[in-house]
């Protein structure tokens, strides 16, 4: 374990930039700097990217036992597989001998990992059990000493598999906390859940992981300007949008250090999004069910870099109907000014072979690389990091701007009393808080703190659990 | 000059001239180059290991799967001026080679050509350089000119390099 000091390291100047991102709860602004410096991304490395709970994969995507694919935790490199016996695992992608890679694909199935360098072996569980003339020359070698290591804790939820390279993280349980009252509403109201469709598209863009982790925790406003287009041409319909008089908004924030928004219409209004017979009330309470079946737009991080998107778009107005999909999105950071796109699409298990073809062009046509949406977001988020790394920004400390909701600026009511779930909630979309939580995650996290205020003083219980059968499927 | 060589000329005429056009972002003279059904698809490219079993090529994840009608629907949006992602728009370069029909059957010529699109958009003198194999299908109307009724690219990245594709390949 590094420092545990409550005190961000690195020099004064950029402790006190960390730290004015402390009072953005208060001040409802952060400092630009934040968004491209090299000093800071080596930091959240550290902090960030080195203590949290990280998502790694989906349980889908490895069906088969020897599944495997390559995946980053920040920036060290682990092997998503399920091993022989189906077990899932997270191992420490680095040979036991000389530490190269042993996955040299991007995935595949094997038994086996053989290391390209000595062809030191290991099964898929990791255990070595090939070392060349071990017994003329490395006689006294424990190999139970050498398998591949496993991700320092790793543990699975509704089919999310995450993994910390930190021994001091809570249990995931504890991590994601109230917040996974979100995460059921959003991936439980489905028989038999969501499955993965083809492998993640990944993409690199100039710019911070924050700036798309911030954006997908809600940010309804930039729909307005960003994405005008894709209104105008009813690619997302303006009645479902954040002026639509008929949806009822939520902004949920303070979630056990998570946020989300969401909006729904009430009495089982909407039609289209996913086949009626796909829904399941069953794993769900009354109210998330309600509020699920109705959903219009539905978007979230999970601290750091884990968001979720749940939206009813239509690919081609004219031809096509108003479907439905599930985006899973992961911001990797490579750098402070560069980002790998991680977006897989996922579908309900149980529909159709044509509602799943459907919702697969649907999410690409929209949230993809190529997608309609997406596209116009990258074209701005560059920008963002390029101004925040200039000379101007350190000299005349320029913030970034989330004041929508703080002090009196807005009507917007906080409805925490009588909304069903937790975290502190507002009825409306058009607000900043679910932004301003993400920020008070990553001080907390710059400054050695648990992400959940609330549950900072509480023991926190070391486990090891592994997916439970449900789980895995 | 033999059947085989108009033929190769005739593909790879019609392939320079829809590449001058997607340059020079005159997208709807494009689409009519575009049959009723066209299928473009665009898919994920994988890094596995030599002699795996699954095609490096996804069959089920893909960068584009778009039918005429979603084709028309990006165009269209194109034409917006809250278009961000092409607004100033991406300047390109697509260089066609090695066209070479590989089967013919009724008024389908399918026909393999290699792309090299050359990207730039920001106030810098960087650029992107996306590349790849495309299978096409040429499909001759009534009067006889050919039409795009297929594409495939087949790109050499498995991690795109460059923001979004906003542009068409």
């Known amino acids: 374990m590094g420092d545990t000091s409550n005190q961000v390291s690195g020099s004064r100047d950029v402790r006190d930039v960390v730290e004015d991102v402390g009072r953005v709860a208060e001040t409802g602004e952060v400092p630009s700097r934040i968004h491209n410096d090299r000093e800071i991304h080596e930091v959240e490395l550290e902090r960030v990217f080195g203590e949290m709970w990280v998502f790694v994969g989906h349980v889908s995507e490895i069906p088969e036992p020897g599944d495997y694919a390559k995946r980053y935790v920040g920036d060290s490199p682990f092997i998503f597989v399920r091993d022989e016996t189906g077990e899932i695992r997270v191992l420490f992608d680095s040979c036991q001998h000389r530490g190269t890679t042993v996955v040299r694909a991007e995935q595949g199935n094997t038994s086996h990992f053989r290391c390209p360098y000595h062809n030191w072996t290991y099964k898929n569980t990791g255990e070595l059990v090939g070392v060349p003339y071990k017994n003329e020359f490395y006689q006294e070698l424990d190999t139970c000493e050498h398998a591949l290591e496993s991700a320092t804790q790793v543990d699975s939820y509704r089919g999310l598999v995450f993994a910390t390279i930190s021994e001091s993280a809570p249990p995931l349980e504890e991590y994601l906390g109230d917040f996974t009252w979100y995460l059921d509403l959003n991936l439980g109201f489905v028989e038999d859940g969501f499955e993965v469709v083809g492998e993640p598209i990944r993409w690199e863009i100039d710019t911070n992981w924050k700036i798309g982790a911030d954006n997908f925790t809600g940010d309804s406003y930039h729909t307005l300007a960003t994405h005008k287009s894709a209104m105008d041409l009813d690619i997302f319909p303006p009645e479902l949008s954040a002026t639509g008089a008929e949806r009822a908004p939520a902004d949920v924030t303070n979630c056990s250090g998570h946020s989300c928004m969401l909006a729904y219409l009430e009495n089982g209004t909407l039609t289209g999004g996913y086949p009626p017979e796909v829904f399941s009330a069953d794993g769900l309470s009354a109210d998330q069910f309600e509020i699920a079946r109705g959903l219009v737009s539905s978007v979230g991080t999970v601290f750091p870099n884990l968001s979720f998107l749940q939206m009813n778009l239509n690919a081609d107005p004219d031809d096509r109907e108003v479907t439905a999909f599930l985006n899973l999105r992961k911001w990797q950071p490579l750098g402070p000014k560069k980002t790998q796109l991680w977006n897989w699409i996922l579908v309900p298990r149980t529909a159709s072979e044509e509602f799943k073809e459907r919702a697969y062009d649907t999410g690409i046509a929209t949230f993809s690389i190529s997608g309609s949406f997406e596209v116009d977001d990258f074209a701005v988020w560059d920008g963002i990091a390029e101004a925040a790394g200039s000379t101007y920004v350190k000299k005349h400390r320029s913030t970034s701007n989330f004041q929508m909701g703080v002090g009196e600026m807005s009507d917007s009511a906080d409805i925490s009393e009588e909304w069903p779930g937790p975290g502190d909630v507002y009825d409306t979309n058009l607000e900043d808080g679910t932004m301003r939580t993400f920020y008070q995650s990553w001080y907390r996290a710059m400054t050695h703190r648990r992400i959940d205020a609330e549950r900072e003083d509480a023991p926190s219980k070391r486990r090891d659990r592994r997916p439970n059968q449900e789980e895995r499927r | ?169």
């Open chain 2, 1 to 169: 000059m033999n059947d085989e060589h108009l033929l190769t000329l005739e593909c790879r005429q019609f392939l320079v001239t829809e590449a001058e056009l997607l340059d020079d972002h005159r997208l709807h003279e494009w689409l009519e180059l575009l049959t009723d059904d066209i299928e473009y698809r665009v898919p994920r490219r994988v890094m596995r290991e030599r002699g795996a079993e699954a095609s490096e090529f996804s069959d089920d994840g893909f960068l584009f799967r778009d039918d005429r009608g979603t084709l028309q629907t990006r165009v269209e949006r194109y034409d917006k001026e809250y278009a961000w992602a092409e607004n100033p728009p991406s300047r390109t370069r697509r260089i066609v080679g090695n066209v070479r029909p590989v089967e013919r059957a009724d008024d389908d010529v399918t026909v393999k050509n290699n792309v090299i699109v050359y990207r730039s958009q920001g106030d810098d003198a960087d650029h992107d350089l996306i590349t790849g194999e495309r299978e096409d299908v040429l499909r001759r109307n009534d009067d006889g000119e050919f039409r795009l009724a297929r594409r495939t690219v087949r790109l050499d990245q498995t991690v795109l390099p460059t923001r979004n594709l906003s542009i068409f390949l």
